[in-house]
């Protein structure tokens, strides 16, 4: 009875900020027991910035950021230009690893949307089993062939989903 009502209440108090997703229960449990197993609610993304590739600024050929997530302590920069690489195979939504190899994103140009996805909750082997994954919309003014930058200095972002990692031999 205890363990239940833990369980139930845990994702709010426990953490913190209250979170925009339900773990699974045996992520719960695995939480309960392991001391280092923090679930993330909230993101920021600062001082994002571009290059445009196009006349009237919708496509960026890179892009820069910081990324932070206060609940785990993680910041990190991110990078994407011509030589970048996707950490997933072909034919799969491109995902870019920052420079924490535990965290990736999702640049959406058509919709101007970053999505940040953090490895969390490692397993006996050390490795994150699972990724919270969230997402924040970057209004960017560009000029024409050139740089693009948002008039926010900090970008707010919420997890939204938390699943476990997915795993790509690439």
Known sequence: MISSLLLGIL???AYGAQLAYSP????????????DCIFPADFEVRDFGGISNSTNGTTLRSLDFSFT????????????NSTSEPSVPPGRTPRYKCEDGDVEFIWENDKTRLTMIERVCSGSDGV????AAGSVRIPLTCKPMGKCATNATVNNGKFTNISPAATFSV
């Not at 045996?26 to 392991?34: G, K, P, T």
């Not at 206060?70 to 910041?75: A, M, N, P, R, Y």
């Not at 994150?128 to 990724?131: N, Q």
């Open 128 to 131: 994150p089993d699972y990724e």
């Open 11 to 13: 994702p709010s108090v």
């Open 24 to 35: 699974p229960q045996a992520l719960m449990a695995f939480a309960v027991a392991a001391d």
């Open 69 to 80: 997530s206060t609940d785990t302590e993680v910041t990190t920069l991110c990078h994407y």
